[in-house]
């Protein structure tokens, strides 16, 4: 199994490049951090600013709108600005891989369906931490984002979600098409052995 593969917001002009999906790079993924202004607003300046470092970096893949990101303090509003923001910045320069995990699979989904919408290449879902889902009903949850059509990474941090994505439920979730990765923070390096 190969795992290794109240806000305005502006609209790309050329739907057709927000269509167009990159494939995540082999490399490094910066999460990048969302920037705010003194008022708790988004810094759109300050956040374009960020993403031409990264350009001029040459940084491989950018994930944005994780836990870094602060995204869960976000509304669907402020997370549109965000990834607008973005997309109109570095659509097509660099992978853009969005986290759209949660609690609710159905904000899942709605996230999900923004980022597709917005012009995402990929996207990261963490296990629907505090309920601790059986490995069944994470197959179930994976699978569903995954049929949406936009390439899956998933995230797997027990020491946060108190629910760990094992071996054989990966193993499972890999023959999807949409499901392309893992980013496994559990901390345990014989992991990377067992999956591959």
């Known amino acids: 199994m190969d795992l290794t593969h109240s806000f305005l917001v502006v609209v790309l002009t050329d739907s057709s490049l927000r269509n167009q999906k ?21 810094d759109v300046p300050g956040l374009e600013k960020l993403l031409q470092f990264h350009l001029n970096s040459g940084t491989d893949n950018l994930c944005v709108l994780g836990t870094t990101a602060e995204a869960s303090t976000m509304s669907m509003d402020e997370r549109a600005l965000v990834l607008t923001t973005i997309v109109n910045s570095v659509k097509g320069k660099i992978p853009l891989l969005v986290g759209t995990g949660t609690i609710d699979p ?3 989904k709605a996230m999900t369906q923004q980022a597709i919408d917005l012009g995402a290449d990929a996207n990261l879902v963490v296990s629907p931490y505090y309920v601790k889902p059986p490995q069944r009903g994470l197959i179930r949850h994976f699978t569903e984002v995954a049929d949406m059509g936009l390439p899956v990474i998933l995230y797997n941090v027990p020491g946060r979600t108190a629910c760990d994505i094992k071996d054989e439920t990966v193993a499972t979730l890999a023959e999807h098409e949409y499901i392309v990765g893992i980013k496994d923070a559990t901390g345990d390096l014989n992991r990377v052995a067992s999956l591959k």
């Open 22 to 42: 990159m494939q995540l790079k082999k490399g490094a993924t910066c999460a990048l951090l969302t920037p705010f202004t003194a008022e708790g607003k988004i």
């Open 106 to 108: 159905n904000h899942v």
